[in-house]
């Protein structure tokens, strides 16, 4: 039925609106919102890590700055030859590991040639050799220097602090102390954060200085390489160049972020790496809560607007049918008054033979109360008066007999109707109202089809078209009544040469109670039905109207089966009949 | 008393026809006329009804036009309309337009003829009056 589709289209536009109309400011919030979070957090995070690998490389450089101090103290305090001595050495030693946590591993005092003059510590170096050891030369070069980590003689990961000392012979010598590994790389380990995030450091040539680790060993060059692509940090300009970063550096690991930090004047970088879902870990688990919200947001306005929509249209249905079974009412109401201003009409066409008869009665009875003997005049006259009584009578047959062809169609059900046929009723019993009116009746008649119509609404609609036709023309004129077939469609065409519609009342004409007539002569009910009727068979009516020059109304009722109605057209003998009352 | 002077119209001619013949056959003078025109025109050939029983609903010109078009032109003759059930308001019209009186048609005879004679006699008494001041008008000049 198309009555359903129209329905269901109905709901689905109808929630279609209702659930774009829901979900966009809802999305936009979210989504802004979710931005928003997601901009602040991250800059939030960023600047965390900063913060802290900054100040753990500063800690770390105070570190080195402090052990170096220490051993510039040493070597310019204390006299050559207590350096020199072995035992004196060995003093010096526990004094410093006594009061600095033992950071200090060993010292040794090492000649201008790179020969160890003296040592004291846990290793058996003795007397060394160290001239071609990259630190002594740096350390002879520089006057004091921090070394890399390296393997050494001792072939343990090691770095070294070195710093010259000149004595009153103009003989260069270095005092070396080795850093204990495990405190440095505590130092460093001692960075974590969350459940990845850790720290490590690395020198200019890529080589881990914190430990020994193969995936770390991998990293390493990608990491140095991106750090010097990122831009200088934003603390760049008044403090320690920190660079961030994100990639995702080791294959089949996970995206994470790197704070990268030089430390001990640039040699070496301290590198802080975190995986990103560790990281913003918080911000994930926001996005996850913010994507349940968003998920059960979008499903209750899907079902609400659902719900909704179904709802609105069950209602519109409902007032569908309601205004319908209204409609139909209508129908019936203004039926019964076409009826009375049909009965009216019969009424007075009966009254005139009935009138002619009384009076005929009347004088036959005079003739016969006149005189005992009736003359052969009274006796002809009374013939006469009998045979007019008798004329008189079948004119009221006539008459009844109009009316009962009307009545007999008042059978609503659905049928073929032969359209012709009853539009020719209907002017029948139109004739003697339009005929004192003054009102010529020209039918234009071609053959169509029959129409699947229920015959007492056709009859409504031509008996509205036609009383309204008569009505328009209180001066006489022209009532056109036309059928033909066009596009599948019968047209009936009531014209008139009345009064016309104005413009104004053209667009209110089929609503139901307008009228234009005096209180009490119309319901205004007339072309509602006849609408409603048209409607409903699914035709259509149209208006044209000229204001003094006459109005005229066109219904188009499509016809249902083309082939089976090809076949029932009317046959030509009654194709064109141009009847004219007697005007 | 001079009898009765009647003119009928209406476009049923048996009705008129049988009408006429009664109202003749109790001593009145009928005359026909069978549309509004050709009762003004028979009016204005010279004759001389003093009442005129009218139907409303009539072709060409209307029981109405023809009311107006003789209490125009007539004055003095006085008209009593002839309705159906369904014109008794125009009938009403009529009255305002002033038709003496209205009868529903088939209507009873006796009460028509009543009726016509109230009318007459209405009319008698107006042209009585006419005279009786063309007289006094005729005293008051032969007084100067």
Known sequence: MSDTSYYRSLTRSMFLKVALVSLTPMLIIIFVAAWLFHTSYTEKVVSHLEELVERHAQSIDSFLYSRTAEMRMLAA???????????????????????????????????????????AGPFQLGRARYADAAWFRTVMERGIYVSDVFLGLRGLPHFIVGVRRVDDQGRAWVLRSTIDFVAFTDLVRSIRLGQTGHAYIVNQQGELQTGE?????????????????????????????????????????????????PIKGGDWTLVFRQEERDAFADLYRARNVDLAVMAAGTLAIIVMAWLVSRQTVERIEASDREKELVNE????????????????????????????????????????????????DNRAEIVRALAQIRTQGSRCKDITHKLLSFARRTDPS??????????????AISEQRARLANIRIERRFLPVPTIVASAAEMQQVLLNLINNAVDAMDKGGVLKVATWLEDRQVVLQVSDTGHG????????????????????????????????????????????????VGSTFSVFIPVKDTQKAAAEVETPGRMVRNKEAKA | MNSLKIMLVDDEAPFVDALAKRLAHRGITVGKAFSGDEALERL??????????????????????????????????EVIMLTGHATVESAIQGMKLGAYDYLMKPCDLDELIRKAGEASAKKRGHEQKILEAQAQHIALRMGD
Not at chain 2, 48 to 59: A, F, S
């Open chain 1, 414 to 427: 659905i049928a073929e109707v032969s359209l012709n046929e009853l539009v020719d009723e209907i002017l």
């Open chain 1, 329 to 376: 009412q209508f129908i019936e109401a203004g039926k019964l008054a076409s009826v009375g201003e049909l009965a009216a009409g019969i009424a007075h066409e009966i009254n005139n033979p009935v009138a002619i008869m009384v009076e005929e009665a009347g004088w036959i009875d005079d003739l016969l109360t006149d005189g005992e003997q009736l003359s052969a």
């Open chain 2, 44 to 77: 204005t050939e010279g004759e001389n009804p003093e009442v005129v029983v009218l139907d409303v609903k009539m072709p060409g010109m209307d029981g109405i036009q023809a009311l107006e078009e003789i209490k125009r032109r007539f004055p003095l003759v």
């Open chain 1, 501 to 548: 519609i104005p413009q104004a009342n053209l667009q209110r004409i089929f609503d139901p109670f307008f009228t234009t007539k005096p209180v009490g002569r119309g319901t205004g009910l007339g072309l509602s039905i006849v609408y409603g009727i048209v409607q409903k068979m699914g035709g259509d009516i149209r208006v044209s109207s000229t204001v003094g």
């Open chain 1, 77 to 119: 305090a204390a006299p050559l030859e207590a350096l020199r001595d072995q035992e004196n050495l060995e003093r010096l030693l526990l004094i410093m590991q006594e009061q600095y946590d033992g950071v200090f591993v060993d010292l040794g005092l090492v000649a201008e040639d790179g020969v160890q003059a003296a040592y």
């Open chain 1, 213 to 261: 680790s193969e995936t770390l060993a991998e990293e390493i060059p990608t990491v140095l390489k991106l750090a010097a692509r990122t831009g200088a940090g934003a603390r760049a300009e008044n403090g320690r160049d920190v660079r961030v970063f994100t990639a995702e550096i080791l294959s089949g690991g996970s995206e994470a972020i790197y704070v990268t930090a």
